[in-house]
């Protein structure tokens, strides 16, 4: 059983002959009782801090407990993350190099055709060149056959001018049954 201050303060002792001063016991009792009951509320105001305390280290204990599952949870979420970017990172990348590919197939075609149609159009030109030339060479003789006949004509002219005019009448009559074709 426990003893409160109040039976400290309320106990009485039995009285003996010759025995204590009851005056001094009862101040002594008093001042214990007073000690007492200090002792008993400052230790229940302790228990009282104590379980504060207690509950608020409960409290962080559980705060912990969550800030670690959170900084754990965001270290996985940074790894995947992470993850997620460079296989991102790896398809573009991947893409891009597909994409290049195509440009530079198309580009390597494109120059092919050009280069085939450089190499016609130089085909035609020579063509071209040599059909001019031909036809150069075509008007060219004609020219020097007009300036031939030309020429003749020119010294026919002179030869029938220079005959008498009896010999021209008799030229005049040759030409004109050559034309008829009786001659």
């Known amino acids: 059983m426990r003893i409160t201050p109040l039976d400290v303060r309320n106990h009485s002792f039995s009285r003996r002959w010759g025995g204590l001063d009851a005056g001094e016991v009862e101040s002594f009792l008093h001042l214990v009782s007073e000690d007492y009951e200090a002792l008993v509320r400052e230790n229940e105001t302790q228990g009282e801090r104590i379980r504060q305390l207690e509950q608020r280290v409960e409290q962080l204990v559980q705060d912990e407990r969550l800030l670690k599952e959170t ?9 995947d993350l992470r993850e997620a970017a ?24 494109r120059a092919a055709k050009i280069g085939e149609e450089i190499r016609e159009m130089r085909g035609m030109r020579t063509r071209l060149a040599e059909a001019l030339r031909a036809t150069l060479e075509a008007h060219m ?34 030409d004109s049954d050559d034309e008829r074709g009786t001659g």
């Open 86 to 109: 460079v296989k991102e990172s790896e398809v573009l990348v991947g893409e891009a190099e597909v994409k290049a590919e195509k440009i530079l197939d198309a580009a390597h075609r």
């Open 71 to 79: 900084l754990l949870s965001a270290q996985a979420m940074t790894t």
């Open 141 to 174: 003789a004609l020219v020097d056959s007009l300036e031939e006949a030309s020429h003749d004509e020119d010294e026919s002219k002179v030869t029938y001018l220079a005959r008498t005019p009896a010999a021209r009448e008799a030229a005049r009559d040759t």
